[in-house]
């Protein structure tokens, strides 16, 4: 077994598939991750607790860029709840809010899509890094998914708002 994985590791992947979950879920059934519904707020402490038990896992033997994405996506996720309370640009606070939770969301997949694919299969994994081709490729095709669901979705909440 080329990649062994470690029981906190096993923790991590299982906690780190409930804010999956849950944010398909609210997208799916919302278009929105929303913190007053109750999978919004699944999504926000299971992220949180993947985030958490991250810091434990490094396949560099410290700090990596996976713990600088989950910090960000923390520091995201707070912005977006932070700015609903702010009486800043009231128009454009939900767009911005509901754009930090998507942006979290971007977030937790891109170390998700390299420790997949250089992990699975477990005899011959598809990608030997995070340098590999197929990775960067999976990773662009995923900012470029976010990008066209964030524009979508900022047009459908502004189609929402005219109403």
Sequence with gaps: ???PISTLGAFHTVISLVPLAAGLYSFIRYRAIDP???????YLVSMLLTVLTSFGLSSTGGFNAGHALGI???LVM??????????LLPRLVPYLSQFGFSFSFFLLLVPAIGET???LPVAHPLATGPESP?????????LAIFMVGAGWQMWWMRSQRKR
């Design 78 to 87: 707070g912005g977006a709840l932070l700015i609903r309370q702010l009486p």
């Design 134 to 142: 197929l990775v960067r490729g999976t990773v662009l095709a995923w």
């Design 117 to 119: 694919l250089t992990r």
């Design 1 to 3: 077994m080329p990649h």
């Design 72 to 74: 960000l996506a923390l």
């Design 36 to 42: 007053a519904k109750r999978s919004g707020q699944l």
